[in-house]
């Protein structure tokens, strides 16, 4: 059973460290949703590959483009993330 306290804590908690609406952050993942098997950009090599990439395995697992959207960063790490 979820926590409200510890719910509205983490809420509180993320405020302004990610650029996310609240509809993109309530926006459930589907129940068979995978982290993507594909490498991660960091910003060195094609960044339009790495999207097309990203959004080919996404649309396997659903066809929410809010859920693409918010997930889009968890393939990014370094200064792409930033």
Do not use: D
């Not at 483009?65 to 370094?78: D, E, I, Q, R, W």
Request: charged content about 15%; glycine content about 8%.
């Amino acid at each position: 059973m979820p926590n409200p306290l510890l719910n509205k804590m983490m809420k509180a908690n993320l405020e302004g460290f990610h650029p996310f609406t609240p509809g993109i952050m309530k926006t459930q993942l589907p129940r068979k949703w995978k982290w993507p098997s594909m490498e991660k950009y960091g910003g060195t090599s094609n960044s339009k590959a790495h999207v097309k990439a990203y959004i080919t395995q996404a649309n396997l697992l659903s066809e929410n483009m809010v859920v693409h959207c918010g997930l889009f960063s968890t393939t990014l790490l370094g200064i792409a993330l930033e």
